[in-house]
């Protein structure tokens, strides 16, 4: 969620419905974003850059720590090893 005046942003587990303000300007919290994946999902990282890459079949975005597309159901090919 982020303070739309400073820019400040935070992640809390919100509910629907509930209105959320900044402690500190006491303004209204403006949702920016979702931290995925939502369950049924067997990957435990959130949905940011360093926990993604792409699904060669469907070419939908997938979490790096599960071996099977949770979009198109289909074994993604193994990830490269960085080389030192």
């Given amino acids: 969620m ?6 400040r942003e ?9 209105i959320y303000v900044d402690r500190e300007t ?3 919290l403006e949702v920016v974003g979702l931290v995925l994946p939502l369950p049924p999902n067997p990957s ?3 949905w940011s850059v360093e926990n993604l890459r792409y699904c060669n079949w469907c070419d939908e975005l997938a979490p790096i720590d599960v071996n099977d597309c949770p979009t198109c159901g289909r074994r993604m090919t193994p990830l490269e090893r ?3």
């Fill in 2 to 7: 982020r303070t739309p005046s400073t820019g």
């Fill in 10 to 18: 935070i992640i809390i587990e919100a509910e629907p419905g509930e």
């Fill in 26 to 28: 006491g303004e209204q």
């Fill in 44 to 46: 435990k990282l959130p």
């Fill in 82 to 84: 960085p080389t030192a």
